[in-house]
């Protein structure tokens, strides 16, 4: 799934999972990671990687939820993401996958059946995780549409 030795060009290489986010969790707050993390549950808030880890992954099972922006390198999603999407080496969609926000991606894996609810910017040069996302979330507000805006 990470990487293979047919597929020359893919830049994921298997990820030990450091963290675990059980199904019948739920966290109201940031997460910030390095490693790897898989997650069934529910945040309610920001996911991003410490600094720049190199490696990091980010797994979303099709239990998992995110109602927040995700800043990773990498990003394997089959669950629901409420929020901006940003990887800055590769993205991969399963079936399963909903997004309901923007996507900047470098590589991007798109199974039918995944859905992206926004707009999609390819980002050549993969561009450095900003030092505190968090701080860039709150000042980087994207509405769908016109009528959120004005809500």
């Known amino acids: 799934m990470f990487g293979s030795k047919d597929n020359k060009s893919s830049k994921i290489k298997s990820s030990k999972i450091d963290t675990l986010v059980g199904q019948s969790v739920e966290i109201n707050g ?24 190199e490696g990091a992954v980010l797994v979303i099972s099709d ?15 089959n669950g629901e993401v409420i929020g901006n999407v940003y990887a800055s080496e590769k993205l991969e969609l399963s079936a399963k996958a909903r997004i309901s926000g923007n996507v900047e991606y470098n590589l991007l894996e798109m ?25 860039e979330a709150k000042d980087n507000v994207h509405h769908l549409d016109e009528t959120a805006a004005q809500s």
């Open 30 to 53: 940031d997460i910030r990671f390095q490693g790897g993390l898989h997650l069934d549950g529910i945040v309610n808030g920001n996911v991003c990687t410490v600094d720049d880890a």
């Open 63 to 77: 239990q998992g939820r995110v109602e927040g922006d995700v800043y990773v390198a990498y990003a394997v999603i």
């Open 111 to 135: 199974a039918s059946g995944a859905e992206i609810n926004g707009q999609m910017l390819h980002v050549v040069k993969a561009r450095k995780l900003p030092e505190n996302p968090m701080d």
